[in-house]
């Protein structure tokens, strides 16, 4: 409980984005798009992470610590994965993952 | 209704509506931007639980990082009124059946689990000092070798895009 905020209505926000990020995920043939769809599933963690730290160890940072990584982590992949879709952008001048079917050139 | 469950249930619909638009909008510009209310809707969730400096770091790291950078990318490699092919009914399908019944179970635990409810949960914000001797401190409960480690992984980050992206002279 959190000032009248109860821990399960974070855990389940943050079930119903991450869900959904799975589901555009699967459905999306864009590559930017599924990398939004990652954005959306890390984010659902960090709310988790973030709850719990508040509501079950107010006294303690580890939640807070986690969350800061792992929003490193994001940047560093997201810089990367872009890297990548425009280098294949100019190779194949398309982005759809059903038209990508080989590594090498 | 107190003003924090009213500041919870905004951000939360805000989250849930917009986190779906992302990943149904057929406009990739619009996905995107979308995208972005999700992520400021999350910072106000960091702010409501009095994580300033996460809050802050989400608005500054994500909302002004990482949207812009997908922003550019979208712009770079497609049309701005293009529309994306919707999805064939193949793939929604099973997609909705393994997201749905995911979800549905995984509340169905957290409602069903019995959390501690007497903790007093403090209100107070964290001192930005206490987290800066935290990220440099080598005792327990202190991040230097996370902290160095994720700086290594930022370099290599940086020289990697830039190798990847680079014109070949070929």
């Known amino acids: ?105 | 209704m107190t003003t924090n469950q009213l500041m919870f249930a905004i951000f939360a619909a805000v989250i849930i509506i917009f986190s779906i638009l992302t990943v149904t909008s057929r406009r990739i510009l619009r996905a995107a931007t979308f995208l972005l209310f999700v992520l400021v809707a999350t910072g106000g969730m960091y702010f409501l639980l009095r994580f300033n400096f996460l809050a802050a770091i989400q608005l500054t790291l994500y909302a002004g990082g990482i949207v812009v950078l997908i922003i550019f990318s979208i712009l770079l490699t497609s049309h701005i009124g293009e529309k994306l092919e919707a999805p064939s009914v193949k793939k929604i399908i099973p997609a909705f059946i393994a997201a749905g019944f995911g979800a549905a179970l995984c509340i169905l635990t957290i409602v069903q689990h019995p959390f501690p409810q007497e903790v007093i949960s403090s209100s107070e914000r964290t001192d930005i000092r206490v987290i800066a001797k935290a990220l440099i401190s080598t005792e327990k409960f202190g991040y230097a070798l996370p902290f160095e480690v994720i700086s290594i992984l930022l370099l290599a980050a940086m020289v990697g895009a830039i190798i990847l992206a680079k014109k070949r002279k070929d």
């Open chain 1, 1 to 105: 409980m959190f000032e009248g905020v109860p821990l399960t209505w974070f855990l389940i926000t943050g079930t119903i984005m991450f869900f959904v990020g799975i589901y555009g995920f699967l459905v999306r043939k864009n590559l930017i798009t599924m990398l939004m769809s990652i954005e959306l599933i890390l984010n659902s963690v960090n709310i988790n992470f973030v709850a719990f730290n508040k509501i079950l160890y107010p006294g303690h940072l580890e939640g807070m610590f986690f969350t800061i990584f792992i929003i490193a982590v994001a940047a560093a992949e997201a810089s990367v994965a872009i890297a990548i879709i425009i280098n294949i952008y100019r190779r194949l001048v398309n982005i759809d993952v059903e038209k990508m079917n080989e590594m090498k050139y």
